[in-house]
């Protein structure tokens, strides 16, 4: 198998873990102790957006990737299937189905003239961005599970050992 679609998978893995990290657990504190609460969480509600379809487009090509693999006898990508599975029905929910509710909010409250922290969704904004945070959380575990377990050598993955043992004695042509 060649070494080109594992790389890839590396990429799109790091690419989407670090994105959700960054984004949620440095980028969105700054904003709300830089900014005023209304400009924070617009800014924010726009990077946790384009980060949806980070993790949405990252999602389906990894999971493409990861049966490709499987096929190919990596069977180290068949328990890494689940963990994208997850991670991808945590974008899905809290993005797409939490995401356009907490905004429809936000922009009434802010219709009446006042921001939607004392305005009268507060309450319901409340549940909803909680629901939102604990989704974003267990897709940020999952991540990190991702990063963890993927096999840094396609033959170990291919022979369903840990990439430890692989990388002292393996070569990847």
Sequence with gaps: MSLLPH?????LTV??????LTIGYAVAPVLFMSLDRIAAGAVAAQLFRIEGFVGVVCGVLLLGLAN??????????RR????????????LVGYFALQPFMN??????L??????GHSAYATRFG??????SLFYLIESVLGLMLVWKLPARIEAARAGT????????????
């Excluded at 890494?80 to 974008?91: D, F, K, S």
């Design 15 to 20: 690419v989407w873990v670090g994105s959700l």
């Design 111 to 116: 219709e009446a003239g006042s921001d939607v």
């Design 68 to 77: 490709r693999f499987v096929r190919g006898g990596a069977q180290a990508f």
């Design 7 to 11: 790389r890839v998978f590396s990429l």
């Design 162 to 173: 840990s990439s430890d043992a692989a990388s002292a004695g393996s070569v990847v042509r």
């Design 104 to 109: 429809a909010m936000r922009v009434a409250a």
């Design 127 to 132: 549940i909803l961005h909680g629901v939102s």
């Design 80 to 91: 890494l299937r689940w963990v994208i599975v997850g991670m991808l029905v945590c974008v």
